[in-house]
């Protein structure tokens, strides 16, 4: 049976364009207060002046109508194998979901007296202790709202440390980061006040030890960011020299725990040397990503760096749980509030549904899952280094390119074997980089459907490079022009152009 | 483990394909002293059965979350319809990746073009983003983005900020040199007081000020953008409360330079916090300037149009340390669910939502004032929001009032402004029916009278 | 914009083809009692032997997976306009499915003590009386599970009426029904123990007066079975003097109220002299369809006919909600408990939230719409009757036919076109039918562009007949092989199909 | 009205195009003296907020639905797996029609066809139809499908089966010619007595019975069967407990030749009784005698497999009145949640579920046979049903354990047999934790004791 085959679906015009003046999809109870005149209320000059015009007017069917046909475009985990690399689009469960709508929790007001709000305290702080028990960090703050945010809380943390540290301000302003490295390592080292150098990697795929002791000789190196296993999906098996060799020249290893799908009760960052690490729970803790987040991106580190995670902490003294606001050496707030609280729920249902030995068993599934799909393509597509993928395999287009098809054409074209495309062009240190992470999320079948797609537009790139070069050829759209759509930017409606599409 | 498809025994006969004998030979390449020795210290695992009971009883906890409320200062309880989780609940939408691969995204692309105007309409701007963290680290964008745009490197902050977003932008400018200085408010009227701004000068790159403000009252947004532009400096608006944007002068009609909000308001549960989503808005010519991710119109070959994430030089994962922000996943679903509650209410619903919302307080205001012992005491015109001076202590008052009446009567100021213990900030929406409003009178007339009968 | 577009959808194969041995979706708590041994539990011969071999085995993702796979080659209302004739396919609010989940409606057992049941029993009262009051009729029962259940209640009770009347078995065992009758009636009445005599309709296609004098005249009339609106969506204009034939002649109307969204709020069947209906609350009350169910058929009589209505009945006495089951001359039960209480939760909460305007806003609405496609084309499609259509208007293939396509090769290319098509080949006394139902729930700009796809396939058939006859060319599969499928029915899934499909 | 995508003037617009001025017009058909001349008097229209409070407070009111309960009796409480309500809530599946458009009903028709064949695995037997409304219209269905396969009039009903089942069967044959006659059951094993069924001879078509039977006595459904057969009967078997079916004998491996059950079990809520779903299923000979629809296997064109609604000749809108049924609206989505729920637990699950709820059930039996003064009074084997003899009247004691020990302790017989003042039905299922069980044994104490003290 073919995976996928053609159907029909609904069009559908913008939420603007569908409106009508005149059409209602809400109904409020009747105001029950004595009404205060009009301009007692807000004097003129300060109202709105403008009618809210352009705002639609729709009536509930039509909203639902316009939200579930537009729905009906996108891929989704449902679906099937989602193998973004680098994103572990693993399943997200409906239990989870559950749990975050529970009355108890939705309608908790952030600000309600801490007496009120127990039963919240205790789930971060539950969360708290689980997430340090799987990095080996003693520190956790649960604040960050996602990865990169996560990583700008880390990078600060190591620069108020070695700020106290050596007293005033550091003279460390190096942060080394591999040149394999996810955009958002060098984005946040810089927020974070620091100078970004990048280290070379190996032919392994490996960082360069020579090259690491050579930036490391400088005496200005506050610290490095690393992946791992990295963005190559290669565990960097050097670790605990690395941090040595870091530590040694006093800095500290921050490491973007982006991928820890692989690593989950395998192996410990806190193990491995690694001071301070941020945690994607939208990747390994299964809270779903909605299209591009919530995502959440808890902090953890060592003891030794815990005084300066954000404010406040969860804490716990006896059976009370208490937020800790009197943390002076703290880098301060990084987010009102206590960050993704819907997430946290979710991240520790899933933790809890789990359990001690499903954690590992994932995370044996997910290495398990990408090593059968190096097996199965490594003898069709160049894969750039040897060593034996953990939770994902890098693979390029360089043998396809020669035939003028190349990474983004191969992706297109998986979507007409009903695949979400793999993450492309990244990590930037190979060339047409494909990088490929099924999670444990899929079974042994649609692994196979998949090798076998990729197998067959291997052979479609040599017998007939056309039917690749425009794929897809069984979405409602085509290739969509971006460079048009990023030299001339519309990045809004106006009534202007309802006129031109009605 | 019942989520993983692949049963033990398939998963043995997929090590043997791939030439191995056992699991962990799949760890081969981690050094064994980097591996863990031992089974994690976490429980079993849980039967959905036991999960829901254990986080059933741990909600039941929440006691704040079953009782009438008059919490906002940042997080606001407005009615969501039904419709707006039951459509975000479509795996769809919530399954979903950063639509990285349009032909087989454009659900969640066209859903964010359209947040994206939604946005612009409700603040009067030219371009929004695809949504930041939240307000607060809106905010905080806002100000390394004024230091971009004007190559200057001191802003000036309305002491009348929410505390946690003046706290976040702290800490996000710490290393930015950036140097954040503080504008008074008035005492008498709770507003900034802009008619001296000091320190204000050609070196200032932006103004920042919220209304409502933290106090609620609504600032003179329009006075705010003249003194900053008279020194070409960007003014820089926040708003916490975004129902008030169905009735108050948008902050673009009034000259504002970058506009953020909290969107919270719009359909999302105060969930303890967040999720929430931030909105962030400026005009056309500062558009590639912008922070985060921006969807825009693209067409394909036959013309058909489409859309794309785009302008993607100025973010991270090209750029690099040169990004104008390092945000990667932002909040899309909640944006989506903000963009499905605006479009349900609607031009009217959004009207009256803010209206009522206003009804509610000035009604409930009218009332407090009128209780021996308890005054308003700030001037400006405001919103939902409003302080009220207690006879007694907030933090004595305000657990009496939840034990004895089973109210959340407020915030006590005292939280972030210790010299300020009698303040309480009461927030009233159209969620609060008038006999909760009158419950609250009559809570604070007893605790009121109460007191005094313990002073006589 | 075009309507619809084809876009690539999963194929997926039956579940028992998905199954693999040791997987597991499911996860129950550790017993907690202390065992009993399996020989005392229960005997070995009354045990399993067959392992229950076959029933599948995955994991939760995999049915996940395999349910929405499946869902989306569904067409369904939240995509658009659903015109099934007859089956008035509105709008199914979110609201009343969450109503219906409350918990303390959803875990109430049928047998609770009445004392601790008052919640769901003032529903159903309430719902009782906001039936009577619609329909006219003082009687109401909410028992029947749907509108072919409700009919089987109605005429039983005419029945037990009439031997109760005449004394004995009445000797009157003739049930008069149109020709243009839905064919639960005859069944129903057929299972009554009646013998169905068919009346002829009019030219006009209204119930023919002249024979049902005929027929009454026979003095063996136990009653008439009528649709209002009939099946072809006209009023029968003669309902009082209709009524009146048959009273006088002893028997009783049953009026099947499939058609009721044509009369809420404008007309009750109670005030024409009706005796007897039964309502589809799936479709006059919005209760979802479900694919085929769950449905509601509560009968409404009048109060000559009350004490025939099933047991038990939910009556009141002061602020007390009871369950009547003194009722001496009942038809009895006709379903266990007290009929699909959640359908009685969403159709008060259609009612409550429709309100007194509403109500007759909707019916108007669906009357309007259906004009609107009258209006659009009756130029170019078979209109057999010339009576303004109420909510439903009825065309035939006449014209199209001569070009040799047919109702089912409109119905088929109208998919095409992105939209489900109309109820066919129904009702029976016109050739070639093609019911369309737009109800209330669909925009102008739908209907436009659903007269508009009419038309164009109105051209198609006589400019291109073969891409009509071929339809439809964009969905998954194309027309099915129904006649073998009957000749050599295969109505489960056997071990043997998994190899042959594997 | 909300839900109405036209606006007034929109309609208004609508109107002047097919010629009206005004919306009575649209019923000028409706002679004058048959419209309504007033508006209907049901309430005005309720906000959501206002809905959802209404109904919240009267779901409060169901006092039974918030406690521990062992009420059965054909309605039984089992847990649900989250996804099953996930799914169904799917628009997809829950908002469309009965599959009459193959091409685009897919989904719907291939769930339907994966029904059937899980009823048939789990029946024992060769075919099942898409569904029936729910247990009791069924059994019904299978009484005069009997009839119809035999053309014999006179149908043997176990005095054991559910009393409302055997209600609703007297009320569907009431004019069908056919006549009913009871088996008596045996008051020592509390199973129906087969060894002499009165009037069981060649003039009857079928012999009903149903295992476990109402008192929860597992029947010797062999034997049934070969007491019919010798007669040329068919022996029908209800099941009104389909959790059962993961333990007991199938009643096709015993020789039944209808099989009717209520699925309820599979994953549905009890919801006071409805909507649930009826099981129907026969053997391969007796296929077009089936009520209701069926779905089969059929090819397009290029052979690309697909299902169908089937065999429609047996239907009534082909054969009008001669049709097998009068049904046509089933239970499609209690019958797609019964899939769901048979897939997700599974072979494994649906074994674990049966053996859970036995165990508990036999558990209890024991502690409260201990207890003073109860006894149970039957010998026969059990599933998770039991009768209890109290030494007190049931409808004395139940509400006692409702009052002082929020338990709703089972069924009192007197309900349906008022010769049987102190026996109560008591139903164990997975879901009474071990605790519940214990706290219905203490309370059962109780309620005793104190009765010794009233006496004594
Ligand atoms: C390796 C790596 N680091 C960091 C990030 C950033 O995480 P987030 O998108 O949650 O900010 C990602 C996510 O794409 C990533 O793959
Ligand atoms: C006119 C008419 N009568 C009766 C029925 C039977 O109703 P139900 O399918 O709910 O049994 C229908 C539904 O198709 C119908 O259209």
């Not at chain 1, 899952?369 to 360089?398: C, Q, W």
């Not at chain 2, 863990?36 to 429980?43: G, N």
């Not at chain 2, 140097?179 to 008619?195: I, K, M, Q, V």
Request: charged share 20%.
């Amino acid at each position: 049976m073919k995976k996928a085959s053609t159907h029909i679906t609904q069009n559908e015009a913008l939420i603007f364009e569908r409106s009508q003046p005149g059409r209602r999809g809400y109904m409020l109870p009747p105001l029950d207060v004595d009404e205060t005149p009009a301009d007692e209320l807000l004097p003129a000059e300060l109202r709105r002046d403008d009618d809210l015009e352009g705002v639609p007017e729709l009536s509930e069917v039509d909203v639902v109508r316009h939200f579930t046909r537009i729905s009906t475009w996108n891929f989704h985990i449902d679906l099937g194998m989602y193998p973004l690399g680098s994103c572990t689009m693993k399943y997200n469960s409906r239990l989870n979901e559950r749990v975050a709508r529970m009355p108890g929790f939705a309608n908790l007001h952030p600000l309600a007296p801490e007496a009120d709000s127990q039963g919240a305290l205790e789930v971060m702080y539950e969360l708290q202790r689980h997430l340090s028990e799987i990095t080996g960090l003693a520190g956790v703050s649960l604040q960050p709202a996602a990865g990169a945010h996560g990583e700008l809380t880390g990078v600060m943390m190591i620069r108020a440390f070695l700020d106290k540290r050596d007293g005033g301000e550091s003279a460390r302003h190096l942060m080394l980061i591999p040149d394999s490295a996810h955009g958002t390592n060098p984005a946040s080292a810089h927020l974070s006040g620091f100078t970004v150098k990048t280290i070379r990697s190996t032919p392994e795929g490996l960082t360069d030890l020579e090259h690491l002791r050579e930036l490391c000789a400088g005496g200005d190196v506050a610290g490095l960011m690393l992946t791992n296993p990295n963005t190559c999906g290669i565990f960097e098996r050097n670790i605990t020299e690395i941090c040595k060799i870091v530590h040694d020249a006093g800095g500290l290893v921050y490491m973007d725990g982006a991928n820890m799908n692989a690593l989950v009760g395998v192996a410990r960052p806190g193990d491995m040397g690694v001071d301070v690490i941020h945690l994607n729970l939208h990747k390994t803790f299964s809270t779903p990503h909605g299209g591009g987040g919530p995502g959440s991106g808890p902090c953890c580190c060592t003891a030794e760096l815990e005084p300066f995670l954000p404010t406040p902490l969860v804490t716990r003294s006896g059976d009370r749980f208490r937020l800790d606001f009197d943390r002076p050496s703290s880098i301060g707030r990084v987010k009102a509030f206590y960050g993704n609280f819907g997430m946290h729920l979710r991240a520790l249902a899933s933790i809890l549904t789990h359990g001690r030995e499903g954690l590992r068993e994932a995370t044996e599934a997910a290495v398990l899952n990408a090593r059968m799909i190096a097996h199965g393509l490594s003898d069709i597509y160049d894969k750039p280094f040897d060593a034996p993928p953990m939770h994902e395999v890098l693979f390029t287009d360089k043998r396809q390119s020669r035939k003028g098809v190349h990474t983004l054409d191969i992706a297109k074209r998986l979507i007409d074997y009903g695949f979400h495309p793999m993450t492309i062009y990244f990590p930037l240190i190979v060339q047409g980089a494909m990088l490929i992470e099924p999670t444990e999320s899929v079974g042994r079948h649609e692994i196979e459907q998949f090798v076998e797609a990729m197998r067959e537009i291997a052979r479609e790139s040599v017998e007939d490079p056309e039917l690749v070069l425009n794929a897809p050829h069984t979405t409602r759209i085509g290739r969509l022009d971006e460079a048009t759509a990023a030299r001339k930017p519309v990045l809004r409606w106006k009534p202007a152009e309802k006129t031109a599409t009605a | 483990m019942r989520y993983i498809p692949n049963s033990p025994e398939e998963r043995q006969e997929m090590l043997s394909e791939v030439g191995l004998s056992q699991a962990v030979d799949l760890f081969d390449s981690i050094p064994a002293d980097a591996r863990l020795a031992r089974p994690l210290d976490v429980p079993d695992a849980l039967s959905e059965i036991e999960l829901l009971a254990r986080f059933e009883s741990l909600a039941a906890r929440n006691h704040a979350a079953g009782r009438p409320s008059f919490l906002g200062a940042g997080a606001y309880s407005h009615y969501s319809p039904t419709i707006v989780d039951a459509l975000i609940q479509r795996s769809e939408f919530f399954t979903a990746y950063t639509p990285y691969q349009p032909e087989v995204s454009q659900g969640t692309l066209q859903a964010i073009f359209e947040f994206q105007t939604l946005v612009c309409q409700l603040t009067g701007m030219d371009v929004a983003n695809a949504s930041m963290y939240d307000g607060s680290t809106a905010l905080a964008e806002a100000v390394l983005m004024a230091e971009r745009v004007t190559r200057r490197r001191r802003v000036i902050v309305s002491a009348a900020v929410h505390p946690e977003y003046l706290e976040v932008a702290r800490t996000y400018v710490a290393h930015a040199g950036v140097e954040l200085l503080s504008a008074a408010f008035d005492e008498a009227t709770g507003r900034t007081n802009l008619e001296d701004i000091e320190g204000l000068d050609e070196t200032v790159a932006a103004v920042v000020v919220q209304s409502p403000n933290f106090f609620g009252c609504v600032e003179d947004v329009r006075a705010a953008a003249e003194r900053a532009h008279a020194v070409g400096a960007l003014l820089v608006v926040a708003v916490t409360e975004s129902a008030s944007l169905g009735m108050l002068r948008s902050p673009g009609a009034c000259g504002a330079d970058i506009v953020i909000a909290e969107g919270q308001s719009f359909g999302v549960p105060v969930s303890c916090g967040g999720p929430y989503v931030g909105l962030f808005a400026t005009s056309e010519k500062y558009a590639r300037q912008l922070p985060g991710r921006l969807v825009g119109v693209a067409h394909d070959k036959q013309g058909r149009r489409g859309f794309v994430l785009t302008l993607a030089t100025r973010e991270q994962h090209i750029r690099r340390e040169k990004a104008t922000s390092n945000i990667c996943t932002n909040e899309g679903l909640i944006a989506l669910a903000a963009t499905i509650y605006m479009t349900t209410m609607g031009r009217r619903g959004l009207q009256e939502v803010a209206e009522q919302c206003a009804q509610k307080a000035h009604y409930a205001a009218r009332q407090i004032a009128a209780v021996e012992g308890y005054e308003l005491p700030y001037s400006a015109p405001f919103f939902n929001e409003f302080v009220v001076r207690a006879p007694v202590a907030a933090d004595e008052l305000l657990p009496r009032l939840a034990d004895a009446h089973n109210i959340t009567g407020g915030l006590a100021l005292s939280r972030y402004f210790p010299g300020r213990p009698n303040d309480i900030l009461v927030c009233v929406t159209e969620v609060n029916r008038r006999s909760e409003i009158d419950a609250l009178v009559a809570g604070l007339r007893k605790v009121q009278s109460s007191k005094f009968k313990v002073q006589s």
